[in-house]
């Protein structure tokens, strides 16, 4: 029964599970930096003394099973809605107990109204949690509903390649292949994708956190179980599929821009 309970928060929380791997980080973080407004990157380079984004997008899942970070930051790499793509702090409080991205966006936009009241160190570490979580709440693996849990544990194969999870053709797979990119080309992958006019990027980044994730949720919500245990997937899976996570991948960027720019663009 303890065991089962245990079982149950971990898949709630998310932990641990992957988001976008470094591909997808990096790529999102190189199109953020390329939208910051001046004043922002200035205000940035503070803290990160010049160090560019790309370099701290894949920080959180690297300590992920760090102490102190497997406890402060436990459960921020996804969220949650209802099935209608809500994602209200209702939700968020009864399945994930406000551990979730969206509430951690919310709780860093408000820790970070003032910069001057908060340490350096903190600052920092605001910076690096913000870069990755918006984008992992993008990828379709990490939007979760209440009424399916959506982690996508359960394994297929990929081009006749066994693989434990489906999760993890999502997280890295999926973008590899679609691309033909690896991780030292996120320049090149941020390039081919950062083609959006101001408009739509205006569109887009319309709000904070919650909106975005619920935008997100939408995307996701009619792929939701269409992969069953087992499956061979392939080059019909990936044609299907690299649009969706592609449309990520940019949202993701422009909306992280988005966000550091309200909090550093002052
Ligand atoms: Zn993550």
């Excluded at 971990?10 to 407004?37: D, K, N, Q, Y």
């Excluded at 010049?50 to 459960?75: I, N, Q, R």
């Amino acid at each position: 029964m303890k065991r089962t309970l245990i079982f149950v928060l971990l898949c709630l929380l998310g932990v641990p599970s992957f988001g976008w791997g470094r591909l997808g980080h990096a790529t999102i973080a190189e199109i953020a930096e390329r939208h910051l407004t001046k004043r922002a990157k200035q205000n940035i380079e503070r803290y990160t003394k010049g160090t560019p984004l790309w370099e701290y997008s894949h920080w959180m899942d690297d300590v992920v099973k760090t102490p102190p970070y497997d406890v402060k930051l436990a459960g921020w790499h996804a969220s949650v809605c209802t099935p209608d793509c809500k994602c209200t702090p209702a939700v968020r409080l009864e399945v994930r107990g406000l551990r979730d991205a969206v509430s951690a966006m919310e709780f860093w936009r408000e820790c970070l109204s003032d910069l001057e009241s908060v340490p350096d160190s903190t600052v920092l570490l605001g910076i690096k949690c913000i870069i990755h979580m918006v984008g992992d709440f993008h990828c379709p693996a990490h939007v979760r509903f209440s009424d399916n849990v959506n982690d996508l544990k359960y394994p297929v194969s990929f081009f006749g390649k066994p693989m434990d999870t489906l999760h993890r053709v999502w997280d890295s797979k999926l973008i590899e292949r679609g691309s033909g990119l690896v991780f030292a080309d996120f320049r090149e992958y941020a390039t081919r994708l950062d083609t959006w006019s101001r408009k739509d990027i205006r569109r887009a980044t319309k709000g904070w956190a919650r909106e975005w994730f619920e935008d997100c949720a939408r995307d996701v919500r009619p792929i939701v179980g269409t992969v069953p245990q087992g499956a061979e997937l392939g080059q019909e899976f990936v044609e299907q599929n690299i649009g969706l996570a592609e449309l990520e991948l940019r949202k993701a960027g422009y909306q992280l821009a988005k966000a550091l720019n309200v909090i550093f663009g002052k």
